[in-house]
């Protein structure tokens, strides 16, 4: 069984902190990694990718990668409460498997 | 219109009922998925059209039909469904299939009573 798995939650921060949300994966032929972001009653947006082990950065989002342990995770810096939503996380090779997401609230 | 456009938003079906949602994509994308979304559970693949082809079908009961007569378009047929099949109902593209990211519909609520 090729499963993603992440904590649900819920992660709450307050404004302006590091949020860290985690992500380990069962499929070693994973190769695309994926982070989505999904507001309460909206679809999923794609937020971040990641191929190589590593860090990656975009504006106040950090995907980091690491096959050996099979862990992705996402770090979200000065956090704000629009990042308040459901966190979903997906890998796979010519398919993809999403985790359960995790919750997160940013209190202001 | 932009991205990936799915109708209906809701849809509310008896059992005996035969519906079909749409989704229509203007990325230029070559491959279309269906998914189910359940409260607490993973997003459940469908199915998967590339290029028009049909190439993952996720052992998924009979009484859901895809369709996808080009690479913009794509159509789930549905009929004599069970509650439990009550979900979001969600329609995503990509540029290919493996490597790429997805761009999702907003989905169809489905409720099956």
């Known amino acids: 069984q090729k499963e993603v798995e992440q904590n649900s939650g819920p992660l709450s921060v307050p404004e302006g902190a590091i949020a860290s949300l985690n992500c380990t994966y069962s499929?070693?032929?994973?190769?695309?990694f994926f982070w989505y972001r999904q507001y309460s009653g909206k679809s999923p947006e794609l937020i971040m990718f990641?191929?190589?082990?590593g860090d990656k950065e975009d504006g106040r989002f950090t995907a980091q990668l690491n096959k050996a342990s099979q862990y992705v995770s996402l770090l979200i810096r000065d956090s704000q409460p629009s990042d308040s939503a459901t966190y979903l996380c997906?890998?796979?090779?010519?398919?993809?498997?999403f985790g359960t997401g995790t919750s997160l609230t940013v209190i202001p | 219109e932009t991205g990936v456009t799915q109708t209906p938003r809701h849809l509310v079906m008896g059992m005996t009922n035969k519906k079909s949602l749409k989704c229509e994509q203007h990325?230029?994308?070559?491959?279309m998925y269906w998914y189910k979304q359940s409260a607490k559970k993973p997003l459940e693949l469908m199915f998967v059209?590339?290029?028009?082809?049909?190439?993952e079908n996720n052992s998924v009961p009979s009484r859901f039909s895809p369709e996808c007569p080009n690479s913009s378009h794509l159509f789930l047929h549905l009929h004599t469904l069970q509650p439990e099949d009550s979900a979001l109902y969600l329609c995503?593209?990509?540029?290919?299939?493996?490597?790429?990211?997805?761009?999702f519909g907003s989905g169809t609520r489905l409720t099956v009573v």
């Open positions: 499929d070693r032929g994973s190769q695309s």
């Open positions: 990325l230029g994308h070559n491959a």
């Open positions: 990641i191929y190589s082990n």
């Open positions: 995503a593209s990509s540029q290919g299939t493996g490597v790429y990211g997805y761009t």
């Open positions: 997906a890998g796979g090779g010519n398919q993809f498997y």
């Open positions: 059209y590339n290029f028009k082809e049909q190439t």
